[in-house]
């Protein structure tokens, strides 16, 4: 496309410009050089004047520092601080007495805690120096302070500080205020005229000077020693006015030489350069079009300038070489671009990483639950990880950069430590910030418990770490201070404290003595009472094992050792238990000891110490002697008793067998009323006794603790309606109605002693039976408690119970009161072995009564239903009977009693039996030996033998001689279960309890041999009279 100028054009425009453009630049330099000596002429003035303001108020200040530091030196003022009681007053008149430079200032003194002790103003307009600077000083952190403090420009004043010092350590503060009045008299002294101003500015606010806007030229200094900016102004409209003529003349005379070097330039330019250029161009268009060729075959004119002369052959031979050298060019630019593609990639790549590594660690140090906190040599923080906010309550953001680390800290402990460390390391060493850092300026790890206090004013406990930073150079840069609060370790502790003092109490209170043994070295410790146990000291005890051993008696010596050794050696074993007497130094008397103790074993099982206690059981073996000595004297007694029940029982229920039995026989025979009324109540009586003889050893039974329950599966139903079935004939005989109502939701059968729980039905019904005169009595059986408990009721419209005989009828022996007794007779046993009973199934029974209104007995057991019945029903048996002229049947009776052999000759002389009789056990054995019987009647206790030894030897003498087993029934006056079990494992097939009714002889005669006895049909075989 055609260039819409040409190079003529171009080059008159660019002449044009650049002539302007050298017009202006050598116009400007002109002027900015007149501008630049003008300027630095009036800055020099004004900076001399400036620093002249700034050097005479700091030699102002200066003035009346010293004076200051003189004052703050005084004893009086000494004295006024460090005994503010005795000294203040001293150090208060002098002070308002006191003139500076014959003028009295405003004057502030300050105690070691920062708090104002005295303001000579009485009435300030203006506040005190602020607490921030006071706390500095006293910190030492400075020797003195010059501060503006800035109100407004009428109130703002320079306050001068020095520390009060004894010693070399700042007790308190001294400090005076210089109101910024003085300042126009400090100006006029130095000579400033009328049109030029001086300002002051504290933090941007202006705390003297004009209060308006001041045209003219300004200057600023900054006096860090005052904490104030210095502004001067200076006026200078006259000076720039002569300027601004001048400068005009010099740009006309300038602008004229411009248009006539414009013209020559523009010229010249266009033989010399423009029309070279032209053809240069055209040159340059063809190699831009890769027609080499022609520019080498071109005809070239002459230039006169030499440097376009050389640039055109110049560019000949470089069109010569572009050509060869754009190629490989290429190719360079595209590997260079291939390589700095892959170094960009890998530098993305250890960036990525970079950023990773730093992400983690500002993880790692946030999650931390230790403080972090790193500072500068100076002491102020730096870095302030999460667990620091945490611990302090402080937000980094506030807390990085601007405060350093002895914010934190108590200054009391802070000034405990400066001195520990002085002492120490026998030199001084500053409260504050230094005493934090000395040992880790030193290469040294400082920890050590510090208070911290947290933002809201309240202190924690710290463990402190400080280790020094140090930079790749090895130069120190900073100190990290790692802190871990204590409050949980220091609170355990505590408790610990307590705990060991509450076990030594115990083991003081015990009198028990404490032992570590180290199985490796063979050494023991003791404790003061150990050694006292044993009759020793420090200076007899060695602390060997063989000195324990010394102490113990011969007899126990060689067990103790091999236990202890055993035990040691056996890995799985952690624990020590023995008992041995010892023979106690010095009066040599025996005790006996108790040693408990713990093992501790490596990993691999092996014992390494062993640590107990010792305890005194000398009185306690004593004790448990006398209190075996005792139990074995209770149960002989108990055995004695039971021993004479038994006796006495077996005494009273032989005869008892005959009395029964024949009055049961009498009562067969014809009698006339008056005899049948008698031998009625000789029954009634009979059985009467042995219902008490029963239930005495029923409860001797309970009491000795050989009572046992026998528990198996029962029908419950079956059970209750034949209780209440037995009872009912009795009921009815009163005129009473007997009712039974159980539960539907009852199991069929549950598990349990169904005897004893029978026993107990018929004591509580026929109680309310007996008691009651008319009405009824009822009897309920119920699920309760979600089918886990098993409740009966039997309630009656008797005579009732007062309240205060309930509690009591449960007692042995006991009824209402007298009159029950002879009216309705009882032993007052019935209730107590029940009581007894249905605790010993796990229940529990109780009664509630009123006296004229009736009576409710309750009991409740466990209920575990029972899923089949522990052995099936008996059927009735099949009885084989025989004709009356077949064989008799044939019975053995071993009884030493003449009335019981005559009462069972009584019970079958009307049935077709022989019987044969023997008076002892040994007769027993030789008559059975002789053949010819069918069952035996065995009596247990005989002189010569008793019964369970002859029916040991008829049952070996069976198996001798291949025999099939004759039925053995044990007949005798021994009641208990013992008894029962005795005969069971001597051979008896049966045990019948003296005294027995004939029908009771004649069912188990049938039962064993299933047979049904026949009356005697033909006339009576004359038995032997001597039975």
Known sequence: MKSLLSINHIFGLFTLAGMLLLSLFFGGLMLSGFNEVFD??????????????????????????????????????????????????????????YRIMGAQRRLTLYGFDGHLLHDTAKQPRRPPLSENLVQILLRGHNKHIWRFQAQDKDQSSLWMAVPISWNAVPEGVLAMEIPSLEMPQLKRHYGQGEEDDIELFKDGERIFGVDGHLNGRQAQLYMPTLGITLRYTAHLGEIYSHRDRLLARIKMIGLAALLLAGSGVFWMGRVLFVRPLQRLKERTTHLANGEVRDLLNEVRRRVMVRELQELTDQFDVMALQVSSARTSLEEK????????????????????????????????????????????????????????????GYKAVAVVGQYTLDMFYNSNELRQHSLQLSATLDKRVDPGIESLFVLAREGKVDEREWMILHQDGHQVPVLMTVTPIYNSSGLLVGYLNMGTEISERKRLAAELKETNWRLQRALDSAQAGTFYYAVVHDHMQWNRRALEMFGLNDATFNGHLQDWLQRVVAVDRHRIDTLFAEVLATPNVETLDISYTILRQGDEAQRVIRTQGWIHRDPHGKATHL?????????????QQVLEEARQAAEEASQAKSDFLASMSHEIRTPMNAVIGLSDVLAETPLNPE????????????????????????????????????????????????????????????????????????????????P???????????????????????????????????????????????PTQVEQIFEKFTQVDSSVVRRFAGSGLGLAISKQLVGLMGGHIGVESRLGEGSLFYFSLPLRPGETLFEAPLRAPIYQESPAESVPIRLLVVEDSVDNRMLVRTYFKKYHCELRFAVDGQEGVEMFQEGGCDLVFMDVQMPRMDGYTATRLIRNWERSHGMQPTPILALTAHALESDVKKSRQAGCNEHLTKPVSKRTLVDAVERQLNIKLMLRSLPAVSLPQTV
């Open 675 to 754: 005899q049948q009324h008698y031998v009625t109540t000789l029954q009634r009586a009979s059985h009467t006794l042995l219902d008490l003889i029963n239930a005495i050893l029923d409860l001797s039974k309970i009491e000795s603790g050989r009572f046992e329950l026998i528990e198996r599966p029962f029908d419950l139903s079956d059970m209750a309606h034949g209780v209440c079935s037995v009872l009912r004939v009795q009921a009815e005989q009163k005129g009473l109605s007997l009712a039974l109502e159980m539960d539907e939701t009852l199991p069929p059968f549950v598990v349990g002693d169904s």
């Open 333 to 392: 630019v595209h590997e260079r671009t291939a390589q700095l593609e892959w170094e960009l990639e890998e530098r993305h790549k250890t960036e990525h990483r970079l950023r990773q590594v730093l992400t983690l660690q500002t993880a790692i140090l946030d999650s931390a639950n230790s403080s972090i906190i790193s500072t500068d040599r100076t002491g102020i923080v730096q870095t302030f990880n999460k667990g620091a906010e945490r611990m302090l």
């Open 40 to 97: 630095h002429h009036v800055e020099r003035t004004m900076d001399a004047r400036l620093t002249g303001f700034a050097q005479q108020l700091t030699d102002y200040v200066s003035l009346h520092d010293a004076m200051l530091h003189d004052l703050a030196s005084n004893p009086l003022l000494v004295q006024g601080v460090m005994q503010q009681e005795s000294g203040k007053a001293n150090a208060v008149d002098f002070l308002e007495r």
């Open 756 to 802: 004893r729980l029978r026993q107990i039905l018929i004591n509580l019904i026929g109680n309310a039976i007996k008691f009651t005169e008319q009405g009824f009595v009822k009897v309920s059986v119920q699920a309760r408690d979600q089918q886990r408990t098993l409740w009966f009721g039997i309630a009656d419209s008797g005579v009732g119970i007062a």
């Open 611 to 623: 640590s107990g206690l010792f305890l005194d059981i000398t009185e306690q073996m004593q004790a």
